[in-house]
């Protein structure tokens, strides 16, 4: 199975930062990635797909990239909101996520 | 509007089977290229995909689970079950459906709407 490893694995951060999470692939995945944002008690929420494409809803500060075993997903400048644990997860059976990444102040 | 919501027991006993009901909205489970899967996160931990089952009923399974997990459907009801058998503590989770985001052209499966989830703790 595919492996997928985030780092960093948390982060501080503060309101307006630019901030970059990485996610690696054990094999190549082409560009079939996703990134989830999970705030606590609640659901994940789709931020992009197919590794760049933002998901209809989703702010603009969010992006995505990348190919083949390495992805990045970027915000460009962090709102209060956004502190929150961020997911990846590859796209082929059997789906895999990473083990996260949180973000806090 | 697609909305999903998970219904089952929030305690089980160790060995006891878990079934679990994903009932939806805003999409039938019959149309191409729909697809239903179970995500379970145990508390403070990493999502954990399950299974999923697609319009046509073909299904997929997390190899370290599959001998202990079934999923089906039922069109009619709009609803997607979820069997885990010889539960044990460390399934201990919140257990999410969601739905296969699908639109032409698009390939892979990726989650664009998911239910609120239901915790399920496992203990004598």
């Known amino acids: 199975d595919i492996q997928l490893t985030q780092s960093p694995s948390s982060v501080s951060a503060s309101v307006g930062d630019r901030l970059t999470i990485i996610c690696r692939a054990s094999q190549d995945i082409s560009r079939w990635l996703a990134w989830y944002q999970q705030r606590p008690g609640k659901a994940p929420k789709l931020l992009v797909y197919?590794?760049?494409t933002l998901q209809s809803g989703v702010p603009s500060r969010f992006s995505g990239s990348g190919s083949g075993t390495e992805f990045t997903l970027t915000i460009s400048s962090l709102q209060p909101e956004d502190f929150a644990n961020y997911y990846c997860?590859?796209?082929?059976?059997?789906?895999?996520f990473g083990q996260g990444t949180k973000v806090e102040i | 509007q697609i909305t999903l919501k998970e219904s089952g027991p929030t305690l089980v006993k160790p060995t006891q089977t878990l079934t679990l009901t994903c009932t939806v909205s805003g999409f039938s489970l019959s149309t191409t290229g729909v697809g239903v899967g179970w995500i379970r996160q145990p508390p403070g931990k990493a999502l954990e995909w399950l299974a999923l089952i697609y319009w046509d009923d073909d299904k997929r399974y997390s190899p370290p689970l599959e001998t202990r997990v079934t999923i089906t459907k039922d069109t009619t009801k709009n609803q997607v079950v979820l069997q885990v058998t010889d539960m044990d503590p460390a399934d201990t989770a919140s257990y999410f459906c969601?739905?296969?985001?699908?639109?032409?052209?698009?390939?892979?499966?990726?989650?664009?709407?998911w239910g609120q989830g239901i915790l399920v703790s496992v203990s004598s």
């Open positions: 197919s590794a760049s």
């Open positions: 969601a739905h296969r985001l699908s639109f032409y052209g698009l390939t892979g499966t990726y989650f664009d709407s």
């Open positions: 997860q590859q796209a082929n059976s059997p789906y895999t």
